[in-house]
């Protein structure tokens, strides 16, 4: 995947893909990959933690029970 | 008065007699002239996880020119008309407004008192804020967002879905 990427003096940036017509964008390099520096800073980086939700571990443990009662599992 | 039609009821004031016309809900939201009807939407199997597209800096509040356009033509099939996509926006809050690229009918500086049916999102807070959202795609498959704070930041996830 390729991506028209722009870094602003700010420290900003703006990037999005390349069509599949390959024209190039004034003012904008192509990527191949986002660079880490700007992945890291964004949702869903790897400095975006996602908070485990509690109701998760209650739904595994009703889906376990189905199956007992099911007599899919011991 | 379109020829061959007939009004249903008149009015009557001291002027004299008037035809009453209503405007049906299906002549309010008929499709736009030579828009193909039907489609279906599709579940992308394994979309990636993360942003497609993301911009940070360089915004011109309420302007489509000093906004961002995006490209989907690498990742949907050729005659999508639509996708549907989360958004999120932090940093600082505003309205995000979106178009299908190039669109003409809708301002190019597009205002957030009068315009709220371009709105995508509306945040109000400085914090995370995200929705998901159906996007129309011009011919070539592109559509053009803006903001009206130039601060906000706004990052766009990889489709979920796509209109067909």
């Known amino acids: 995947m390729r991506y028209f990427l722009k870094r602003y003096p700010d420290g900003g940036w703006e990037y999005s893909p390349v069509g599949r017509s390959g024209e190039p964008r004034e003012g904008y390099e192509i990527v191949e990959t986002i660079p880490q520096d700007i992945r890291d800073r964004e949702p869903g980086g790897k400095d975006f933690v996602i908070q485990a939700d509690p109701r998760d571990a209650k739904l595994a443990d009703l889906e376990a029970r189905v199956l007992k009662l099911e007599g899919k599992t011991a | ?164």
């Not at chain 2, 008065?1 to 001291?14: F, L, N, V």
């Not at chain 2, 193909?36 to 911009?55: C, E, L």
């Not at chain 2, 804020?129 to 996830?157: G, P």
């Open chain 2, 1 to 164: 008065m379109t020829s061959g039609t007939k009004p249903a009821e008149y009015y009557r004031d001291q002027y004299g007699m008037h035809p009453v016309f209503t405007i049906t809900q299906d002549l309010l939201y008929a499709p736009v002239s030579g828009e193909p009807s039907g489609g279906t939407w599709h579940k992308v199997s394994d979309p990636a996880t993360g942003g497609i597209a993301s911009k940070t800096s360089g915004w011109t509040a309420d302007s489509f020119s000093g906004g961002l356009t995006v490209d989907f033509s690498s990742v949907v099939p050729s005659g999508t008309k639509a996708v549907r996509v989360s958004i999120m926006n932090f940093t600082a809050g505003g309205v995000l407004y979106s178009r299908k690229g190039g669109d003409t009918n809708i301002s190019d500086t597009p205002n957030t008192s009068n315009e709220y049916s371009h709105w995508i999102l509306l945040n109000p807070t400085d914090t995370y804020f995200v929705a998901q959202v159906v996007i129309w795609l011009s011919a070539t498959y592109t559509a053009d967002f803006a903001v009206s704070i130039d601060t906000m930041d706004i990052q766009i996830a990889y489709p979920l879905e796509y209109l067909i």
